[in-house]
């Protein structure tokens, strides 16, 4: 399925999920994936899946949508990989507005230096980069990019980019304890925020099972204090999310196992979800047994909660 969703999503709102990349085709291995190990690592951008099937199976799903009556505010581009390696994803965005829908990207920003990457990202509504570094040796502790990327063409292309897009530029960073939380850090980040001048930073902390054991959220005061730092350096807006209230409004189909499998391979959901959805549809938690036994789904442990995500391997 390349289309997954309703999902609600943290900034956007009630959004359809495009999954255009096979998974895990990644050019960061980032410490705190929630989607586990990268395999493979690329940087060559490719052609996945046609534009007209995505076009398709989108097509298909507004229709049934429509039936329902379920509201879409937004068609967004986020595979279980990195969105831009994929080399028809202008083709989409135009295709996916051609329906009158508003379109997000959420990228890792690692091919910013690529002309032809800022002009597909040009045709999206909404973009969204990650900064989880201000500074090389950071970049490749927390992102561990693939070996010929460069920090520095990265950042000057974010910066490239801000200044001619028409649209609303967005930048996320995760803080991770005692890797990227110390003060220098932050100041590095709020730095390369400040130069970048998006509409809005948001700071995230790890809220769901992480590639690496050792990954975990920093504590109150150190975001706190974090969040000042930047607040001082940089003048648009900046948010802090630390929460997963808005997962309890996914949206599934009597097709409950296809959709719970699409969801979780691009978003691991917790048991306690989970069971709401299955009581939506009268379903029994046997259903979930059954995909763990035949492995299509992992759980996983995480700040004391159980998680579950589509077995990708
Ligand atoms: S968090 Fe995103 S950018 Fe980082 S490895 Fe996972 S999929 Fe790639």
């Excluded at 902390?205 to 150190?222: F, K, Q, Y």
Aim: charge should be neutral.
């Amino acid at each position: 399925m390349l289309i997954f969703g309703p999902v609600p999503s943290r900034r956007l709102g009630q959004s359809l999920g495009v999954n255009h990349i096979p998974p895990k085709t990644c050019s960061y291995a980032c410490v705190y994936c929630q989607l586990g190990k990268t395999y493979p690592m690329e940087i060559k951008r490719k052609r996945f899946y046609s534009p007209e099937e995505i076009d398709r199976e989108l097509t298909e799903k507004l229709q049934r949508l429509k039936e329902t009556g379920e509201p879409v505010d937004w068609v967004t581009f986020v595979p279980d990989g990195e969105p831009t390696l994929d080399v028809n994803l202008k083709e989409e965005i135009m295709k996916t507005k051609a329906h009158g829908l508003k379109t997000a990207v959420i990228s890792n920003a690692s091919l910013m230096s690529m002309e032809e990457v800022q002009e597909a990202l040009m045709q999206a509504d909404w973009v969204s980069m990650k900064v989880d570094a201000g500074n090389d040796p950071m970049w490749r502790k927390v992102n561990r990019p693939y070996g010929s990327l460069r920090f520095d063409g990265m950042i000057q292309g974010i910066i490239d980019f801000s200044k001619r897009y028409q649209g609303i530029l967005v930048t996320e960073s995760m803080v991770i304890k005692g890797a990227n939380d110390s003060e220098s850090e932050i100041d590095d980040i709020a730095r390369v925020l400040s130069e970048i001048r998006p509409k809005k930073s948001y700071f995230m902390v790890p809220i769901r099972p992480p590639a690496e054991n050792w990954v975990e959220r920093p504590d109150v005061r150190t975001l706190r204090h974090a969040l000042r730092i930047v607040q001082n350096r940089c003048e648009h807006e900046i948010a802090c999310i630390t929460g997963d209230e808005s997962e309890e409004r996914f949206y599934v189909t009597d097709a409950i196992a296809n959709d719970i499998l699409s969801i979780t391979s691009v978003h691991p959901v917790r048991e306690t979800v989970i069971r709401l959805l299955l009581e939506q549809k009268h379903a029994d938690f046997s259903l979930i047994d059954d995909l763990v036994a035949q492995k299509k789904l992992l759980a996983f442990s995480y700040e004391g909660k159980t998680f579950y995500r589509r077995n990708l391997a």
